[in-house]
């Protein structure tokens, strides 16, 4: 989730951006501020917590149920 700041680039990609010497390619996943930047991964870390804690409470949960249901 927080993978926003790196680029994938091609082959092509990495070549054009080593030639590149007036500054004129592309910038990929840049942010305003390097707060900008670090809010945008903090809530990305965090929104992958939140779907981590859910998928483990509902694996305990799921758990639990099939203990009380056990005869």
């Known amino acids: 989730m927080s993978d926003f700041l790196f680029a ?6 990495g ?5 590149d010497l007036f500054g004129v390619y592309p910038m990929y996943n840049n942010s ?3 707060e900008e930047a ?6 990305a870390d ?7 804690m859910k ?9 639990c149920q099939r203990k009380i249901n056990r005869p």
């Open 55 to 63: 998928l483990a409470v509902k694996i305990v949960n799921q758990e």
């Open 15 to 19: 070549i054009a951006s080593v030639i």
């Open 38 to 43: 670090d809010r945008r991964a903090f809530t």
């Open 8 to 13: 994938m680039p091609k082959t092509i990609d």
């Open 32 to 34: 305003a501020s390097e």
């Open 46 to 52: 965090m929104q992958a917590l939140q779907n981590d």
